[in-house]
Nanobody
Framework: QVQLVESGGGLVQPGGSQRLSCAAS????????IAWYRQPPRKQRVWVAT???????NYADSVKGRFTISRENANNTVYLQMNSLKPEDTAVYYC?????????WGQGTQVTVSS
C-alpha cells in the first residue's frame, strides 16, 4: 500500500506562485511515477504533470512553462511549483501513483487563484 499526502494549497493572487508537496509513505524509487492532477469546480479531474522514477517529466499544455514538477528523494516527496498563476488554475490538486497495478490518490489540496 501507498499513502500520499498533499499540502501547500491556499489562496494566491493572479500572477503569484505556490508550491504544492506530495509526501509518499514509500520510497519514490519503488513507484514508477507520481503525477499531479487537478479538479476545477464543477469539472472533471484532469492530468497536470508527471515525474518518473528516472526523473523524466511531462506536462499538460495548459501548464507548460509555468509549472515545474520535481522530487526530493530523501524525503520521498514530489513537488509542484506553480508560477504565473491564473484564475483558471483554481482547483483541488491531487497527487497519484500506481503501485503493483493499483492506483493510489491523496486527499487533495485546494488552490484558489483570486484577487
Amino acid at each position: 500500500q501507498v499513502q500520499l499526502v498533499e499540502s501547500g494549497g491556499g489562496l494566491v493572487q493572479p500572477g503569484g506562485s505556490q508550491r504544492l508537496s506530495c509526501a509518499a509513505s514509500r520510497s519514490i524509487f519503488d513507484l514508477n511515477a507520481i503525477a499531479w492532477y487537478r479538479q476545477p469546480p464543477r469539472k472533471q479531474r484532469v492530468w497536470v504533470a508527471t515525474i518518473t522514477s528516472t526523473g523524466n517529466t511531462n506536462y499538460a499544455d495548459s501548464v507548460k512553462g509555468r509549472f515545474t514538477i520535481s522530487r526530493e528523494n530523501a524525503n520521498n516527496t514530489v513537488y509542484l511549483q506553480m508560477n504565473s498563476l491564473k484564475p483558471e488554475d483554481t482547483a483541488v490538486y491531487y497527487c497519484k501513483t500506481n503501485y503493483y497495478y493499483r492506483d493510489y490518490w491523496g486527499q487533495g489540496t485546494q488552490v484558489t487563484v483570486s484577487s
